[in-house]
């Protein structure tokens, strides 16, 4: 009677746990006690249980990554002081490169460094994983990396059968796989993995002819990133041949005063065109555009109408994102050489739409410079990346066709290219 009484009134009721728009979990006192007692949330995150939860429903039977009973061995080199050199046969990738595309050394490493430099290589078909820093970035060994130098901070996995590589890739690039990595049988994140913490991590096990399927799609995709870069390669290198173009580092550069320990470079009045920066009197730059200017039957801009269609940079802006599933893959320049840079942000249709279709959107073929931060990456975007945005720190170039799309890349992102796109850095004064 009071029930329906209150009903009569409007009376809000007792709202229930599932009614509040939060995580929230159950646990076991012997899980406390297991925690020392600890009572902060985060020490038994929701996402770390439920991922478990899921794979004990798993139609198969669970394994280990390793253990005695796993499908792979893992290991991870020592620490070693590095002596970094600006050049030589041994060039060093880090750990964020493993994700990229096309990933080109920046650093190398003297052969004086106290360690054994032939254990850093990798070999094709290893797992590898980042196991610091940032967690659980994955990759699988194809060509373009196979016997190259990286870095300490990457546990390397080979699987016992040549067919499950593909299959534990896979898998560590779910959801699921990436939450397991990142956090302990409790659910709590963790900052650092060990080769040991994967003989703790549950996989599914299904019959070999599942896991072989999926091994062969992964290794056909590695296999066309491989025929991609080689092919990058050729185009580039055909660019240079027609330019007639030295190794960059050949290229003569005229310096004021050779005897000096730093570049020093002098520039008439006539050719200041009223700009003062250090970076667009460069020499070098200079110097590339004179041997274009000498080899090319032509020289234009990216302002011809017959090669560009528009060049868009977006303006700034207070971005309101979403949960995913609410809103449309926004990335940004540091994401732009991964292979599949959908990142974790998400940017509103509500509040941004008219910006994302004046803006931010991104179309097959488009080229992706950025403008600040580390200046002068260049992508082309490929059809999977169709429809997703990027900030205002990359500039779009939008060609009149695809193959005028892959020539202005193959120029922008060849060294010359870089050089004369740094060659118009400023810096920015933003006052409050």
Known sequence: MVEQTAKQLNTPQPKTVEDYNFKW?????????????????????LEGKIAREILENCRWQLTTITGESGLATAYHRGRFRRIFVEKSELPIFQPSQITEIYPKPSLWISKQTKTNIDALKVKKNQVLISCSGTIGKCAI??????GKILSHDLIRITTLSEFDAGYLY?????????TLLQTNNYGAVISHIEPSHLAEIPIPNPPPIIKTEIHNLVMKSSALRDESNSLIDQAEQLLINELNLPPIDELKVKYFDQTAVFKNFSVKLSELNQRLEGSFHNPISKSILNHVEQYAAEITTLANP??????????????SYVEKGYGVVFFGGKELFQINPSGEKFLSLAQHSGRIKSELTLKENMIMVTCSGTIG????VPKHWEGWTANQHIIRVVPTDKTNAGYIFAWLSSDYGKELIKRFVYVRLLMK
């Open 141 to 146: 060994v194809g060509e373009t990396l196979d």
């Open 306 to 319: 017959q090669l560009v269609k528009n060049i868009i940079l977006p303006g700034r802006f207070k971005r």
């Open 377 to 380: 990456k260049v992508a082309i």
């Open 25 to 45: 979990t159950t646990i076991a006192l012997s899980e406390m006690v297991d925690r020392n007692l600890r009572l902060e949330a985060n020490v038994y995150a």
């Open 170 to 178: 896979a898998f560590l690039k779910t959801e699921i796989g990436q």
